[in-house]
């Protein structure tokens, strides 16, 4: 009997995803539990593995669609097997589909194009946009998910009246500038394509530029008492539970009693609201060869040293392995940036919206300081850099969680009691 293989749901908020390859071709054999595609949820590329033995009779969806989680992407069967039936109950499953979504979405209409349906966007932006000529594909959404809401749309006609256009005699001279600003002939090595995760990047760093006007604070922190605490459990935690303390494991836990203790920190912004929340979940950025991903630790104030060690282990390896979960990077309300293994002393970081805030940590460096009898003495030093939505966030408040965060690096043990 044929198997509809259906885009799987990968993660609790995942609603749709992509075939970024197709590691099998139509006609290609195929066993339960081997992988068959790259799917693209959101920042990564997660290998699928196929429910059922077979061969990969019809493939649905090309390289790059994009579809709901549910609806079918390929069938497995038999050599010989009639599947007909199954191709024409797919067509009648996408036009049921489609008929829902209208019941809750304007109709559109025939001149909207393919590239328009897939954004995300309200009823009223989608006719506000339509009447005023507007590509939707140019504005950054503020609702619920980057879903493009009327206000978007409203303040995007109200900023493009007020911007006057140049003079042709002002065009030409841009023109020309333009020219010579032009790097002489070269020739390509290759080119990137800015799609998947490069992409996805791109536009949340753009939009964060653009929305949130950051402030930077920076100070630097003594850690020769977290060196020394790590030292000291090093041995026995890789003893006792296979797993080894890192700095990084140490800041997390820091950072999560510094956001216990400054809630505004922990918060994410609306027009109409700040929103301080109740559960601490601290990002970690984490390099791949293609971009950047940030796996989450749930709930870092409520757990100790080991369990937080233990998990950052684990999410930075599936990281790696490009087998993160949705669940695994969703939900973050804080992030951490550290780039010290790279030798960078200092950096300022852009926020991950909709958080309001991010911390770039610097190399652990040996520095000369002034001791408490005027005595210069040298010590480890580590730069903090604290990035904040100043729409939410004032330098007094930020200012207050870097110096409570320096209290805890430099008396870690308060954290752990």
């Known amino acids: 009997m044929a198997t509809i293989?259906?885009?799987?749901?990968?993660?609790?908020?995942?609603?749709?995803g992509s075939i970024t390859k197709w590691l099998k071709k139509e006609g290609d054999p195929i066993q339960e539990g081997e992988v068959y595609a790259e799917i693209?949820?959101?920042?990564?590329n997660i290998e699928d593995e196929a429910p059922a033995s077979g061969i990969l009779r019809k493939i649905l969806v090309k390289e790059g669609e994009t579809v709901h989680i549910g609806e079918p992407i390929a069938i497995i069967a038999d050599e010989n097997e009639d599947i007909s039936q199954y191709l024409s109950g797919k067509k009648e499953k996408i036009e049921v589909k489609e008929t829902e979504q209208k019941t809750q979405e304007e109709k559109p209409s025939a001149e909207e194009t393919g590239p328009l349906r897939k954004i995300k966007a309200s009823p009223a932006a989608r006719r506000i946009a339509k009447e005023n000529n507007i590509d939707l594909s140019k504005l950054i959404g503020t609702g619920p998910g980057g879903r493009i809401v009327e206000k978007?749309?409203?303040?995007?006609i109200e900023r493009t009246k007020s911007e006057s256009v140049p003079p042709e005699r002002e065009v030409e001279q841009a023109k020309q500038i333009d020219k010579q600003l032009k790097p002489a002939e070269f020739t390509i090595k290759r080119t990137i394509p800015v799609t998947g995760m490069r992409k996805i990047i791109a536009e949340k760093m753009a939009a964060s530029k653009k929305l949130a006007p950051h402030i930077y604070l920076s100070l630097d922190a003594d850690m020769t008492k977290v060196i020394e605490l790590r030292e000291k459990l090093l041995p026995s935690v890789i003893e006792k539970h296979n797993v080894k303390l890192s700095y990084n494991d140490i800041l997390i836990k820091a950072v999560a009693v510094a956001l216990k203790q400054n809630p505004i920190i922990n918060s994410s912004f609306t027009e109409e609201e700040i929103i301080l929340k109740e559960e601490i979940n601290i990002g970690l950025a984490v390099a791949l060869d293609d971009g950047l991903i940030v796996p989450v630790i749930k709930n870092a104030d409520r757990k100790g040293l080991i369990e937080i060690a233990k998990e950052t282990s684990e999410l930075i390896a599936k990281a790696r392995d490009r087998k993160l979960l949705p669940d695994d990077y969703y939900g973050g309300t804080f992030t951490i940036s550290n780039l010290g293994m790279y030798d960078i002393e200092n950096f300022s970081a852009i926020i991950n919206q909709p958080e309001t805030a991010i911390l770039a940590v610097g190399k652990m460096m040996k520095k000369p300081v002034a001791a408490e009898n005027d005595e210069i003495v040298v010590k480890p030093m580590m730069n903090l850099t604290l990035s904040c939505d100043h729409r939410a966030i004032d330098g007094t408040a930020g200012a207050k969680f870097l110096q409570n965060l320096k209290q805890i690096l430099e008396e870690p043990i308060n954290m752990i009691l």
């Open 5 to 16: 293989v259906t885009m799987p749901k990968l993660g609790t908020t995942m609603t749709e």
């Open 152 to 156: 978007d749309v409203t303040s995007y």
């Open 40 to 44: 693209q949820t959101d920042k990564v």
